[in-house]
Structure formats: structure tokens, C-alpha cells
């Protein structure tokens, strides 16, 4: 194939994969890679991906919607991660499409079995306490899988060659990915865990040649270097679209829960965007008392800076959490630049695991999110003053904004359960200017309903936003595992996509931007 340009991909070259990726090369970035698969060229972290379909629901919608019906037309191997695994409807639903692969494989006659490699980092606070240091993780027996995992029993998954392993680092350094590869041939990037919240959930499905970068990323770090090859068939590869009902995209047909939307069906140009975990304690405590360390210059977290510093008009971001301060410095940088910024993020998410990752929580940061972006109004209204006022009306903020032309628009937004329960997907033509719709009410989730309760309605009304989506000029759209807090930027293991692309991109953020209508409780815009 011939190499990937900026003119072939028709975006502007500053936010260019090859711009980025010939800073790997260069100091910090090359400490930084060095131990990792793609330290001697970065170039093959960029490749190619066909993108057939977004799905957007709950967790379990998710699974029975997209990812089940995936793993179960396996063949030959299915390599799974998630990160959270619990006991829940997700759970059991994946139990059965494993039973379906066991008599399956056995029903062939061959003496074949189907390889099923299962992945998770977290299963409680205890198993984090007491997991084994060792970088090949803890492999749990046969006999664990009943009492420990919630899996069928041995006895009744004799088709499969089944194993599963848990991976974590203390203190923080969990395994946040989530993916599925099926037959090497198909994958699934879910946002959801194994788990029983009831979150607002998207999953894009994937082939082409991307898919050779998930099982070479699987290789290098669950697989340790090792994955035996496939048997030969002289079978196609299953459809992208087998057991997948797809959804008009069509403005004025609002799908139900969940709703799966096709994607243009072009390759896109598209980087895997690995960032790996870290147990440093400099960068696993916050200090407020210091100054925070530069993060980890990992493909991920280089790549969104990179794109934040380039961007030139807009960058919409949806995030469970917001807590990283390089994330807070670099979008003011852009505002200063004159670049819109939307943001949209939950109240009281995940708190514990706020304030002992990051020492701080979302709603503290978006304040002062929102108190450096007012300097930088009356600095426009004071022409160039740099001393910051306490106090102030809106509308002369405004009038500041105004006075300094090249300051770019805030407006920030909180999640909140849609009062009806029905979740408006309607698929915009391009990427909005927007988040998608609040109305400014009072939040309805309570802080006893940040996880929900998944007992199994996959139409359940989403509590909280669990989806991780930056778009940068309407040209990218990073999806992945990584949120826009501490955690994931300094001490988690995460793992991103970038697709490149006007048409891709506008039409899997004005999805969101579907989903989000009537759910959001705006916090502040100018």
C-alpha cells in the first residue's frame, strides 16, 4: 500500500498523522517508547481502517446489539479484553455466547477448538490489594472460573481453548482498554466494561488492516510476544454486517435503544494509539502541593496535544471525568488561539476513584476551568491586564470577548438521565458547533445513581455519560479507553483510535450530539 499523505487524506497538514509521528523519533518521546513494539517506527502505528457501524446504548445493549453477535460467528479465536469484570447482565449474556462457541466447536466433528483469550484488569478492591507484581499477571484455573469469574464450568466449555488472565500494577496502573478481535479478521472497540452500569455506552466495529494492529498491540503486551498462527481456511472472513441490524441514518428517524448507525463504508486513515501504564509514584500521587509532572508522552497522550496545540476552529470533547490538568492548560491555550471549545462531562462519577487518583474531582476542575477562561476575558476587556478580578458580570465577559477578537467561544455542560425515557440518535449531516441540546434544567441524577442498576432492560435510560470522544476541526475523532482525567493520562494503560476524515468524523460526533439532545444540564457558555 502506498504511504498514507496529507494531500491523500485532504486535511490540513498540521493535524496530519505524519506530523505527529515523526515526533516518536525525537527526545523525550524516545525514553518514553523505547521498551515498546512501536519505538523502532512509529509509522506503524498508522494504517487503515473500514468503520461499517457506530452503536450507541447502555452497556448491555451494547453487548447484545454488536459485540455478541461478532464473537459468536467465531471460527478460531477470539481475543477479548475489558477492563472491569463483574457480575451482571453483561456478564451472563457473554457466559451463554460462550456456551453457543463450545457446541459449536464441538459440533464440527474436527477435534477442533475455538482459542478464547480473556483479558481484565479490576474484579474488586481486594483482588487489586493482593495481585501478583508478576508482568505476565494471574491466570485463573479451571476450577476459579465458577466461583470466581462467573463462568460456565469447564465441564461445559470442552469446545473452547479458554483462558483468562487479570493484569494489574500497583498502586493505580489498571488496564483500561476494551476490545474484541474475532478470527483476526473483525474487532469491536466498545467504551463499556463487563459490568452492570447503566451508562451511556458507544461501540464502532472494525476491519481492514487496523485489525492487524489490535492482535499486534494483544501480542506484545497479553500475549507476551507469543500468539500461535490460525489454521488455514479457505472460508471468507464473516460479513461486517452478519446478525447486525443497522439503522437509517436519517435525521428524522429517531432509532430506539440501542441504535447501530453505518458509517461511510471507505477505508479511513487511522492511527492505534497505545498509551502504557505507569507505577511511578511521582506520577501515581498527586501532590497539590507541587506542580503537576509533564504526562507520560505516550502515542496517546502526545497525539491530543498535538492536536489541541494545531487545532484552528473547534475541539468537542465528551468525557466521563475531567481531571488532567495538562488537558485544562492545553484547551485555555487553544481558546487564547481563538479555537471553540464544548466539553461535556458527568457530576459526582466515580468519586472515590477521583479523589485518590487525581486528588481532585471534575466538578472542582471545571471551576477553575471556567475561572482561567474569565481571565482570559478581562484580560481582553482590559487590553492585556493579566491581573485577575474577582467578580464580574456576564455581560461585560461577554463585551471582553467581544474586545478580543481571537478568543475562542467555552461552553461546558453536565450529563444528566433524560427526564423521558427514549434516547434521540438522529445522525446530523457534519460535525455541530455544539454539544447537542441542554436545556439548562436542574441535574436529575442523584449521587446514589452514578453506576445505575443494569438488571438486564437493555432500554434502560442511561444515569451517566461513560463515552470518550475528542473531534478536532471536524476533520479527527479519537475514540478509545481514555478519559480526559489523572488517571488515564498518567498511571492507567489505555488505548485509542484516530480516524481522519470530514465524513467519518461528522457523522459519528453528530450521533453523539443525537444521543446527548435533552441530556445535558449547561454549566457555562460564552
Known amino acids: 500500500m502506498a504511504p498514507i499523505t496529507p494531500n491523500h487524506m485532504n486535511i490540513p497538514r498540521s493535524l496530519a498523522p505524519s506530523t505527529w509521528l ?55 479465536e477470539i481475543l477479548f479484553v ?67 469469574l462467573g463462568l460456565p464450568p469447564p465441564e461445559q466449555l470442552r469446545g473452547l481453548d479458554l483462558e483468562v488472565r487479570s493484569l494489574f500494577f500497583r498502586p493505580f496502573s489498571i488496564m483500561h482498554p476494551k476490545f474484541a478481535v474475532v478470527d483476526r479478521a473483525r474487532a469491536c472497540m466498545p467504551s463499556c466494561n463487563v459490568s452492570w452500569e447503566t451508562w451511556l455506552e458507544c461501540s ?30 479457505s472460508s471468507p472472513p464473516p460479513s461486517d454486517n452478519n446478525n447486525i441490524t443497522t439503522t437509517p441514518t436519517t435525521p428524522s428517524i429517531p432509532p430506539s435503544l440501542p441504535s447501530t448507525i453505518s458509517l461511510p463504508q471507505t477505508p479511513h486513515p487511522t492511527l492505534l494509539l497505545p498509551s502504557p501504564h505507569h507505577s511511578s509514584l511521582l506520577l501515581s500521587l498527586p501532590l497539590p502541593f507541587l506542580p503537576s509532572p509533564p504526562p507520560p508522552a505516550t502515542p496517546l497522550n502526545t ?15 465528551l468525557t466521563p471525568n475531567l481531571t488532567s490538568q495538562p488537558v485544562v492548560s492545553s484547551l485555555l491555550a487553544a481558546l487564547a488561539r481563538g ?20 486528588g481532585t474531582v471534575t466538578e472542582v476542575c471545571v471551576w477553575g476551568f471556567v475561572r482561567g477562561y474569565k481571565r482570559l476575558l478581562k484580560r481582553g476587556r482590559g487590553r492585556g491586564d493579566g491581573r485577575a478580578e474577582r467578580g464580574g458580570d456576564l455581560r461585560l465577559l461577554e463585551e471582553g470577548r467581544a474586545g478580543l477578537r481571537e478568543l475562542g467561544k467555552l461552553k461546558i455542560g453536565y450529563y444528566r438521565p433524560c427526564p423521558r425515557p427514549r434516547l434521540n440518535l438522529s445522525v446530523r449531516a457534519s460535525a455541530g458547533t455544539g454539544y447537542g441540546g441542554g436545556d439548562g434544567g436542574r441535574s436529575g441524577a442523584g449521587g446514589d445513581r452514578d453506576r445505575g442498576d443494569e438488571t438486564g432492560n437493555r432500554d434502560a435510560e442511561p ?44 457523522m459519528i460526533w453528530g450521533s453523539l450530539e443525537g444521543a446527548l439532545e435533552g441530556r445535558v444540564e449547561d454549566y457555562f457558555e460564552v
Open 303 to 317: 497525539l491530543l496535544l498535538h492536536l489541541f496545540s494545531t487545532a484552528t476552529t473547534s475541539i468537542h470533547i
Open 339 to 358: 479555537v471553540d471549545v464544548s466539553i461535556v462531562t458527568n457530576r459526582r462519577m466515580m468519586l472515590l476513584e477521583q479523589l485518590v487518583t487525581a
Open 82 to 148: 475489558t477492563c472491569f469484570w463483574a457480575s451482571s447482565p453483561s456478564l451472563s449474556a457473554l457466559s451463554s455466547t460462550l456456551l453457543y462457541l463450545s457446541k459449536k466447536a464441538l459440533n464440527r466433528n474436527d477435534g477442533t477448538k475455538i482459542r478464547v483469550r480473556i483479558g481484565f484488569s479490576s474484579r474488586s478492591l481486594w483482588q487489586k490489594l493482593f495481585h501478583t507484581s508478576s508482568a505476565e499477571g494471574y491466570v485463573y484455573p479451571p476450577l476459579q472460573w465458577v466461583s470466581k
Open 463 to 506: 444515569v451517566k455519560s461513560h463515552v470518550k470522544c475528542t473531534v478536532i476541526d471536524g476533520e479527527v475523532v479519537v475514540l478509545g479507553s481514555g478519559n480526559m482525567d489523572r488517571a488515564s493520562w498518567f498511571t492507567s494503560q489505555e488505548l485509542g483510535i484516530a480516524l481522519y476524515g470530514r465524513e467519518v468524523t461528522g
Open 22 to 76: 515523526s515526533t516518536l523519533s525525537n527526545p523525550p518521546f524516545i525514553k518514553e517508547n523505547n521498551p515498546h513494539y512501536w519505538a523502532k517506527d512509529p509509522n506503524t502505528l498508522l494504517t487503515t481502517a473500514h468503520v461499517p457501524t457506530l452503536t450507541l446504548g447502555t452497556g448491555l445493549s451494547l453487548y447484545l446489539a454488536t459485540l455478541l453477535p461478532v464473537l459468536r460467528a467465531a471460527e478460531q
Open 204 to 233: 464502532i466495529s472494525l476491519s481492514g488492516p487496523i485489525v492487524g494492529n489490535l492482535v499486534e498491540f494483544w501480542r506484545y503486551f497479553w500475549g507476551h510476544g507469543k500468539l500461535p498462527a490460525l489454521r488455514s481456511s
